[in-house]
């Protein structure tokens, strides 16, 4: 079975530019999260599909960022203008729904400069 | 906000000894899941533990939850260098959220 994919790995931008991350859940996986990681602390949960609709984005700031996941599968989340403190690690994850266990992408490690 | 707080915050012991980590959490659980974090890469889920259930077991890792306390603890046996990593614990509320909240982790470092 092959695991959540997200790309790019990394990515360096100044301040006010934008920048956008991609991710593919596993096949199958109705439910998809983006979660922000700060170093040093455990991931934040920003929003959650399920299928191609929002279940929860109450801590997305939604002036800046933005998600959408078109046919219910792959989701892009998107930062316009970005600023210094949104420096963190952006991680994908699926789950099949409900209470199950969610499995996680390698993230995307995002440096504002 | 995060609900679990992981005890300690580091934790550095030898290949072979046991490792216990903490978590506590404020509100009333469906479940508690423990997750491994690698340097560098996703979480890997590790185990479930349902708010009816005790103690739960999977290989060399034992994990037990007094809802009473609103505590958990995760113990893993027979440490190896491989099991370095940071682990955390996430609390899936009661109430019909799917929303886990997830702590700060605790860094277990093994050395061979």
């Known amino acids: 079975e092959a695991g959540v994919a997200q790309s790019p790995r990394y990515k360096i931008i100044e301040k006010r530019q934008s920048v956008a991350f991609w991710c593919n859940p596993i096949s199958g996986h109705a439910t998809l999260y983006w979660y922000q990681q700060i170093l040093g602390q455990g991931p934040k949960l920003l929003i959650q599909f399920q299928n191609n609709g929002v279940v929860d984005d109450s801590q997305l700031p939604k002036d800046r960022f933005s998600a959408e996941r078109l046919k219910g599968v792959d989701s892009t989340l998107k930062i316009q203008p970005a600023k210094l403190e949104d420096s963190a690690v952006y991680l994908c994850?699926?789950?099949?729904?409900?209470?199950?266990?969610?499995?996680f992408g390698d993230g995307t490690r995002l440096s504002i400069l | 906000s995060q609900q679990g707080e992981e005890d300690p915050q580091a934790l550095s012991i030898q290949e072979g000894e046991n490792a216990t980590m903490n978590c506590s959490y404020k509100t009333s659980i469906n479940n508690l899941q423990w997750y491994r974090q690698n340097s560098g890469r996703g979480l890997v889920h590790l185990i479930l533990?349902?708010?009816?259930?005790r103690e739960k077991h999977s290989g060399r890792l034992r994990v037990t939850l007094d809802t009473s306390k609103k505590s958990s603890s995760l113990l893993i046996t027979a440490s190896r260098a491989a099991d370095t990593a940071s682990y955390f614990c996430a609390t899936l509320p009661q109430g019909g959220s799917e929303k886990l909240v997830f702590g700060k982790g605790t860094k277990l470092t093994v050395n061979p």
């Open positions: 994850a699926s789950s099949v729904g409900g209470n199950q266990p969610q499995h």
């Open positions: 533990i349902r708010s009816n259930e």
